[in-house]
Nanobody, 114 residues
């Protein structure tokens, strides 16, 4: 079992950048890691994912703007978000998956507004 804690959210103006961090309580070396988001009144959706082998995927809405990365030595996953738009406003969650079992963090709020 792994516990996840997200940080780095906040209020940013359109066009700005934020970097989210997801710190795990233990090794994430063998976990697939992902970032999800849930806007008010909408379903949770995947934003970006990164396998333990290094393969990545991104939602079409964030391609070219967001980058997911991991530092296994620090047991941390990052989401670099650039060129933020109002539509990116949501609670962002980190998830770790291994052998069909998923673990979620508590989420961090990102608000994009002028």
């Amino acid at each position: 079992q792994v516990q996840l804690v997200e940080s780095g959210g906040g209020l940013v103006q359109p066009g700005g950048s934020l970097r989210l961090s997801c710190a795990a309580s233990g090794s994430i070396r063998f976990y697939a890691m992902g970032w999800y988001r849930q806007a008010t009144g909408k379903q949770r959706e995947v934003v970006a994912a990164l396998t333990n082998a290094g393969s990545t995927m991104y939602a079409d809405s964030v391609k070219g703007r967001f980058t997911i990365s991991r530092d296994n030595a620090k047991n941390t996953v990052y989401l670099q978000m650039n060129s933020l738009e109002a539509e990116d406003t949501a609670v962002y969650y980190c998830k770790a998956d291994r052998s069909g079992v998923g673990y979620w963090g508590q989420g961090t709020q990102v608000t994009v507004s002028s």
